[in-house]
T-cell receptor, first 116, second 111 residues
């Protein structure tokens, strides 16, 4: 149990285009989902916390208008990178916390974004 | 001082060795402690989850939390080449808040 999927796993796009990444909890309901970014050989950096049915909470320094997060249901959150630029190239990982859990978070496999 | 400190390594051990990984932290309010394993270009996989102080054992893995010293450890017994990965400690203070991660320790187990 506790499986989180992400789609796509790898995307290459041109500079200036927008990319949507989906995060789904497959076998549990997640009231809270998190989006992280990870650069090579670096740890995970939290970008935003997403609660179902409400606006996401962004970490300091993360542009909310550039990284649009929608948590429309208890099993789906999306991250849209708008007007992507090469510096947005990174590994984006989501995680989800089961509604009954106080601590555990389960991570998706990640999405590698390359902006040309 | 960062909230969570973790030596990035790399740590290289022979197969069968006992591996000790650890993190220190500064926020005494942290209550939930986790260890994740991350293979290259994959998402982190939850290995161990501990609430408050104490030990927890699962197969070859043992997690220890010493809140008085603000120190957590992960021990891997009989290490295998398949254990070669980056190990991330993570922690947080109460339900609803996000995890704070260490930088991760890269482990290499040679056969």
């Amino acid at each position: 149990g506790a499986v989180v999927s992400q789609h796509p796993s790898w995307v290459i796009c041109k500079s200036g285009t927008s990319v949507k990444i989906e995060c789904r909890s497959l076998d549990f309901q997640a009231t809270t989902m998190f989006w992280y970014r990870q650069f090579p050989k670096q740890s995970l950096m939290l970008m935003a916390t997403s609660n179902e049915g409400s606006k996401a909470t962004y970490e300091q320094g993360v542009e909310k208008d550039k990284f649009l997060i929608n948590h429309a249901s208890l099993t789906l959150s999306t991250l849209t990178v708008t007007s992507a630029h090469p510096e947005d190239s990174s590994f984006y990982i989501c995680s989800a916390r089961p509604g009954t859990s106080e601590g555990e978070q389960f991570f998706g496999p990640g999405t590698r974004l390359t902006v040309l | 001082q960062k909230e969570v400190e973790q030596d990035p390594g790399p740590l290289s051990v022979p197969e069968g060795a006992i591996v000790s990984l650890n993190c220190t932290y500064s926020n005494s309010a942290f209550q939930y402690f986790m260890w994740y394993r991350q293979y290259s270009r994959k998402g982190p996989e939850l290995l161990m989850y501990t609430y408050s102080s104490g030990n927890k054992e699962d197969g070859r893995f043992t997690a220890q939390v010493d809140k008085s010293s603000k120190y957590i450890s992960l021990f891997i017994r009989d290490s295998q080449p398949s254990d070669s990965a980056t190990y991330l400690c993570a922690m947080r203070n109460q339900a609803g808040t996000a995890l704070i991660f260490g930088k991760g320790t890269t482990l290499s187990v040679s056969s």
